[in-house]
Nanobody, 119 residues
């Protein structure tokens, strides 16, 4: 089992920045990728970004490329999402997720953290 805890959400004006954190614990050796997803009211959950657990391979949704940066600190078992130039359409609950090496699926999810961008 892997436990994930997000933090860092909040309210920010358009054009502002926030940094989300995701602390992983438990059987972290089984993690292949760590990712960020988000879900806005009335919409389906969507992929935002991901980073490989043991390398610098990263992935971004087109909607956040050039504005968001994903990183991780393996010594702290923590992943970060630096979000700059935020837009009202970035408003959503942001979830941290871990893709398991065993299943190649995002099997583990955090509880989510709210990000609200005001115009």
């Amino acid at each position: 089992q892997v436990q994930l805890v997000e933090s860092g959400g909040g309210l920010v004006q358009a054009g502002g920045s926030l940094r989300l954190s995701c602390a992983a614990s438990g059987r972290t050796f089984g993690i292949y990728f760590l990712g960020w997803f988000r879900q806005a009211p009335g919409k389906e959950r969507e992929f935002v970004s991901a980073i490989k657990w043991d390398s610098d391979i990263t992935r971004y949704a087109d909607s956040v490329k050039g504005r968001f940066t994903i990183s991780r600190d393996n010594a702290k078992n923590t992943m970060y999402l630096q979000m700059n130039s935020l837009k009202p359409e970035d408003t959503a609950v942001y979830y941290c997720a871990a893709k398991s090496r065993a299943t190649m699926r995002y099997d583990y999810w955090g509880q989510g953290t709210q990000v609200t961008v005001s115009s």
